[in-house]
């Protein structure tokens, strides 16, 4: 009851937020959430520090404490160290805007910026909203078939990109745990452990992380990591679908409603934006694969992201085309 009257609280807090104040980032990306303050001109001068708050609202969790700093002294909330900060002067510049780089999905929220001087005290708010998912890519073939351009072809190819390092990690931040070995845009290899088990310790052991090879040789072959922004149109599973189809027949049907099979890239923006079908669908590159976004143990074993259904046991292979399954469409 308390953690809904919180959630309630935090709606309203959000609703009170005038547009102007929302930002938008990608995955990965740097951000500025703006604050200014005034000062009386004769406060200027008082030796009065000023002290400023950044405080993120939590829906359930209650308030976390981003960053806190007076006089040259910063401490960090727990979640937030060594990558956000503020102006280090902020009394003359008026300025107590929050800096955060590397962003991830769930730093998107309400942010509260509290200005204390003396007996002034000014407060406002920006809301933050990050986009942007980071998928695992293995090709029909086999494991580890991609070289280097291959691997950017293979993402483009599923209207994605080949993922940054920085988008990695904002994905890693946000629970990818993925024990594949995968390109990166810098020509680095790659993989995120978020538990590390036998088999993915990499060059970390036993904590948890990005794993890297380091830069590579643009001949060698891995996976690939992909990385795919806002979806721009509509991704669906066909409501006259009943009985499950071949590939062929999926891109028909697609067809019939205006669309075209969806790709990889797409399902995932769609996975994102909130799609959850608990049925398999053809995708045009061939794979087979469902978005799970609300959790239930006979869809994904209660875990939450999109399945892909592998021909072998080994998790490589697409399925043969034409074994039968459903569709996911999609209409720009
Ligand atoms: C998706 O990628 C395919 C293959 O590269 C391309 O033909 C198609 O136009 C792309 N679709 C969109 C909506 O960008
Ligand atoms: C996966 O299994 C298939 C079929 O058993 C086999 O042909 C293939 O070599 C295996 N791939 C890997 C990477 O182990």
Redesign the pocket.
């Known amino acids: 009851c308390l953690s809904h009257l919180k959630w309630l609280l935090w709606m309203w807090r959000s609703t009170m937020i005038p547009r102007s104040l929302h930002v938008d980032s990608s995955l990965g990306g740097t951000v500025v959430l703006r604050c200014s303050f005034s000062m009386m001109p004769v406060s200027q001068s008082s030796s009065e520090e000023v002290r400023i708050q950044w405080i993120k609202l939590h829906s359930l969790l209650g308030d976390q404490v981003v960053l806190v700093a007076q006089g040259g002294r910063v401490k960090f909330g727990a979640t937030f160290v060594d990558r956000v900060s503020v102006p280090t002067n902020p009394q003359s510049v008026q300025d107590a805007s929050l800096t955060i780089t590397g962003v991830s999905r769930s730093d998107s929220g309400v942010y509260i910026c509290k200005v204390t001087h003396g007996l002034e005290e000014t407060q406002s708010a920006v809301s933050l909203t990050v986009s942007g998912v980071v998928f695992h890519y293995r090709a029909s073939s ?2 580890y078939s991609l070289d280097f351009t291959e691997a950017q072809e293979a993402c483009r190819s599923v209207n994605a990109s080949i993922a940054t390092p920085a988008q990695l990690t904002a994905a890693y931040q946000d629970g990818l745990d993925q024990c594949d070995a995968g390109w990166l845009a810098d020509q680095s290899v790659r993989y995120p452990i978020t538990r590390s088990r036998p088999g993915c310790e990499g060059n970390l052991l036993q904590r948890p992380g990005v794993r890297t090879y380091g830069r590579r040789d643009p001949t060698e072959r891995y996976d690939v990591y992909c990385f795919v922004d806002k979806l721009q149109g509509e991704v669906f599973y066909p409501s006259s679908l009943t009985d499950k189809i071949t590939w062929q027949e999926a891109k028909e049907e697609c067809e019939r409603h205006d669309a075209v099979l969806a790709s990889p890239g797409q399902l995932h923006a769609a996975w994102m934006a909130g799609l959850n079908r608990c049925d398999y669908g053809w995708l045009s590159d061939g794979s087979v694969r469902y978005p799970v976004t609300v959790p239930k143990v006979q869809c994904g074993g209660g875990m939450l992201g999109v399945r892909t259904l592998y021909k ?1 046991n ?1 998790q ?1 292979g697409f399925p043969d085309p034409t074994e039968k399954h459903g569709a996911f469409c999609f209409k720009g």
């Open positions: 086999s494991r072998y080994n490589t």
